[in-house]
């Protein structure tokens, strides 16, 4: 009898997985078999559970130990939830079972936390798959391979890649030529300089029908494709369309370029072996998408991360055209240290007491950048009673004026009331120059639009030359000042430039 039972069974088990492979089966035959653990049962009806059920997660939990997409669908889900210890278990079993979803993950894993041999070596293990499930780990290696500067790994799998049917695989060929990756390589100690060519090298943005190119770098492909998005944005502005043109940004690796990765901290980077690279010679000034940072100007360079927007970006290009912060500068900042004229927007002035606003005006009105957009009717001063004070009163608030900037209060807090010189702006609105998300006024858009822009930071090449400079390499120094100091028409700027003491 025991041998028979064995046998029908056995026959019942049999009967079951052909009739759900066939898709003949009851529905009381369809329970049954999931009564009985048969997979194909189990299968389907996990296809048909709403995901996170109750109903979900148990086939889940069966099935998973054997189906690798399964694990490593499970391992998603507990993540998706903040279940860490779940979330690992399986994708554990994800990698096991030899998931490609696993694997990728863990090669970009190990590739964030500083390994990226180990990443490489999983890719290539991958790579050798058929094509059909090649495609992820192709674009994961190339990806990865651009982020750490492995040009000869681009260069030897860019066929394989260009061989790949889908978009996203032509996409990322497209995009190694556009931001030249395979020729961003170190070319000698002095770039070689051309012409902007029309050839489309680099963008023409408006056939550069704008005052001061400016060429961008990053170090990976999702910042390049950022940036793109940041200078269409930009360019949307007529204003800034004007001032600059923002050229199709070029990659540098992050050997090459070393920013740091300070968060709370202004970005900085190693300037001067962006003399390494290819720039077209017109270009005025150079920008870096680096790691996450505080987004300044540093003489010719701007420098931004990935959470920055175009109105980040916008403020910070005010900068490089001679405007300066209307929001509490670091009260150690020199700038605040000088008198008279620090910027298109800002003069910082000693608050004295006049006995007229005439004798105010005499005193203050040539050394305003905006002096001739004062009208006679509008005070500079305001009455007190030992006499007339620097600033204009809130009643010509719609004005034109002398007015409170707060550019330089840490630094008059610092100091005291007494000894501290204070600093003006033109207009009493909030600009963007203190918060970005503020207009520009018409009023400084004519400031930066004189055809001999003053204040103007110096080209690039100036930063270049102080870094060489400060290294005690005279030769590379001179090269680099010199090369700014051409660009200028105002003699004294010239001299300053040449000194590297601008």
């Known amino acids: 009898m025991s041998l028979c039972l064995t046998t029908s069974s056995f026959s019942l088990t049999a009967y079951l997985h052909q009739v759900i492979a066939d898709q003949g089966y009851s529905s009381g035959q369809f329970q049954f078999a999931l009564t009985q653990n ?24 069966q099935l998973a130990r054997a189906d690798q ?9 507990y993540q ?10 399986w994708y554990q079993h994800a990698l096991k079972q030899g998931s490609l979803k696993a694997l990728l993950k863990k090669a970009t894993d190990v590739a964030i936390q500083g390994d990226y041999q180990q990443a490489k070596n999983i890719l290539a293990s991958l790579n050798s798959l058929q094509i059909e499930n090649v495609e992820e780990s192709v674009i994961a290696s190339m990806t990865l391979a651009i982020e750490h500067g492995d ?20 996409r990322l060929v497209a995009q190694i030529e556009k931001f030249q990756i395979l020729t961003s390589v170190d070319n000698s100690n002095i770039a070689q300089s051309f012409d902007l060519p029309n050839n489309g090298l680099v963008a023409t943005a408006n056939s550069l029908s704008c005052r001061y190119p400016l060429q961008f770098f990053a170090s990976n492909i999702a910042d390049l494709t950022y940036l793109e998005q940041l200078i269409a944005q930009i360019n949307d502005d007529s204003f800034f369309n004007t001032q600059f043109c923002l050229l199709t940004p070029k990659y540098i690796t992050p050997q090459l370029i070393n920013c740091d990765h300070l968060e709370q901290q202004r970005i900085a980077c190693d300037i001067e072996n962006i003399a390494t690279q290819t720039i077209a010679k017109n270009v005025q000034y150079v920008g870096i998408l680096g790691p996450k940072g505080v987004a300044n100007v540093d003489h010719g360079f701007v ?23 209307e929001y509490p500068l670091n009260p150690y900042n020199s700038v605040c240290q000088q008198q008279g004229m620090l910027a298109h927007n800002i003069v910082n ?42 600033g ?55 400031l930066a639009a004189v055809q001999h822009n003053p204040l103007k930071m110096p080209s690039y090449h100036y930063n270049i030359g102080k870094k060489y400079k400060q290294k005690g390499d005279s030769k590379l120094a001179n090269y680099w000042l010199v090369k700014s100091a051409a660009r200028e028409t105002n003699f004294e700027r010239q001299q300053l430039i040449i000194l590297g003491e601008f």
């Open 80 to 89: 998706n939830n903040n279940q860490n210890r779940d979330q690992q278990y």
């Open 349 to 390: 002035l000693a608050k004295r007491i006049y006995v007229s606003d005439q004798q105010a005006r005499a005193a203050v009105l040539p050394i305003l950048p905006w002096r001739e957009s004062i009208k006679s009717t509008t005070p500079v001063t305001h009455k007190i009673n030992s006499g007339y004070s620097l």
């Open 38 to 61: 048969i997979r194909q049962a189990q299968f389907i009806a996990f296809e048909h559970s709403e995901q996170g059920s109750k109903q979900w997660l148990l086939l889940a939990q």
């Open 151 to 170: 040009i000869a790994l681009v260069a030897a799998t860019k066929a394989r890649l260009a061989q790949l049917p889908s978009q996203r695989a032509q």
């Open 392 to 446: 204009t009163g809130a009643e010509f608030a719609n004005e034109v004026g002398l007015f409170h900037s707060n550019t330089c209060d840490s630094y008059v807090e610092m100091r005291g009331e007494k000894d501290a010189l204070h600093a003006f702006k033109a207009t009493a609105a909030v600009t963007q120059l203190q918060y970005f998300e503020e207009p520009l006024p018409t009023l400084y858009k004519g």
């Open 303 to 325: 420098f931004i991360d990935n959470q920055d927007s175009s109105e980040v970006l916008a403020h910070e290009l005010l900068h490089l055209l001679g405007f300066i912060d």
């Open 69 to 77: 997409d399964i694990a490593w669908q499970l391992s998603q889900y």
